[in-house]
């Protein structure tokens, strides 16, 4: 009986040992094995990209701007590129970047590693960049930055013109260019009266959060003398333009102006008017637009150049056929624009030649000149037929669009701020 409680004592005591080691062993793996905040190892950040690509922690960075009389060379070989390098640069960019177009004022940058140039960006305008390397080779890339835009109204009243209209509102003139250029062939914007009223959703375009202008205007309505012509933008990849509320094209088959913004009429249409030079009565069969020497003229529609010369009292005249209808002059050029002579074809805004004096005439100006069935009419008071307009198939989507632009039309008489649209 002794023997076996010694023996159970003794299995007991072994198991008690057991047990103990096997705590122990738990309470050193344990406190080998415990994990706290101060001991994880973070996941390294990724290093800061710029705008261009680069790692910014690699480079020493030297931002500037172009200067008068700049070039590459010139900027390269002052932060100590050799000639050698430059000169295989600019044999890489033959046919991929122009070099001879830096601008002064344009940005650009210039990586250093080890005070050593290793690459140049050149900001070639707010959104193009284009990217230089030389480091292993000479490497030339071209990129764009996204821009970001925002939905903004305006409203107002004519008190004396649309642009101080537009200008007391604090927007951008670009949008006087813009309105003119939607009711081109609708409103007369030198009859303007006061009380007239217009309203406006367009885009403001921003670069990196710098404002860089007005992109495209979605929806507009004018007022003039007490009728109402609204407008909308309307691309849903097939037809593109502008519209009235039943798809009607805001555009006509010819400009009523062929300047990008309405200049004063210095003389009008005429059957009988007393010529300021010949001091003879004779018939004016075209609208004068004062206007200074070298401003743009522009194709009053699609068509062929007929004529691109000097002819007599004319000056430097441009004719232009547009169909077996129309056809338009234009007269006194102080030079023509690059590839405009006879059998071109031109598209409707295309630049044609430049305002002068040429010929018979006192001033600056253009003696603008139309045509319908070779006889001449007056362009200020003709209603020129609209251009095709919206197809029928498109009309449900264009609706559900133009609701949505009505109401921000409406927010903008409110004033109403807008979030991105």
């Known amino acids: 009986m002794l023997r076996k409680i010694s023996g159970i004592t003794f299995l007991l005591l072994i198991i008690g040992f057991l047990v103990y080691k096997s705590g122990a062993e738990s309470n050193s793996f344990n406190d080998q094995n415990v994990v706290t905040v101060q001991d994880l190892d973070e996941i390294p950040p990724t290093p800061p990209i710029d705008t261009y690509g680069f790692e910014e922690y690699r480079f020493d960075i030297i931002e500037s701007r172009i200067e008068r009389n700049e070039s590459l060379y010139i900027i390269l070989n002052r932060h100590g590129v050799s000639p050698e390098t430059i000169h295989q640069i600019q044999l890489e960019a033959r046919g991929v970047l122009n070099l001879n177009r830096m601008i002064p004022g344009q940005r650009y940058r210039v990586y250093k590693e080890d005070n050593t140039a290793t690459a140049f960006v050149w900001r070639r305008t707010s959104t193009e960049y284009s990217i230089i390397r030389w480091e292993n080779g000479v490497e030339i890339q071209h990129g764009t930055i996204p821009v970001e835009v925002r939905i903004s109204t305006v409203s107002g009243t004519i008190r004396s013109s649309l642009a101080n209209a537009i200008s007391n509102e604090g927007v951008s003139q670009r949008l006087v260019v813009e309105l003119a250029n939607i009711y081109a062939w609708t409103v007369d914007f030198y009859g303007l009266r006061v009380g007239d009223q217009f309203s406006a959703v ?135 624009a690059s590839g405009i002579r006879a059998g071109v074809e031109v598209k409707q805004g295309q630049v044609i030649g430049y305002v002068g004096q040429t010929g018979l005439a006192t001033g600056p100006h253009l003696c603008y000149r139309l045509y319908k069935n070779n006889s001449p009419i007056n362009s200020v008071t003709y209603d020129f037929p609209p251009s095709e307009g919206l197809n029928q198939d498109f009309m449900g989507q264009y609706l559900q669009e133009i609701k949505k632009l009505d109401e921000l039309l409406l927010s903008s008489k409110r004033g109403v701020d807008l979030a991105m649209y």
């Open 202 to 336: 367009y885009e403001d375009r921003f670069v990196e959060g710098e404002y860089i202008g007005i992109g495209r205007i979605k929806a507009a309505e004018f007022e003039h003398r007490g009728n109402l012509r609204k407008a909308y933008y309307f691309d849903n990849g097939i037809q593109e333009g502008y519209f009235d509320e039943e798809g009607n094209s805001m555009r006509r088959a010819m400009m009523r102006v062929p300047f990008e913004y309405n200049p004063r009429i210095s003389s009008n249409f005429s059957h009988n008017r007393l010529h300021p030079i010949l001091n003879q009565r004779r018939p004016h069969y075209g609208t004068d637009y004062a206007a200074p020497t070298g401003t743009p003229i522009l194709a009053a529609g699609d068509g062929v150049i007929t004529e691109a010369q000097r002819r007599g009292g004319n000056g430097n005249i441009v004719q232009i056929r547009h169909n077996s209808v129309y056809k338009t002059a234009y007269l006194h050029l102080s030079r023509f």
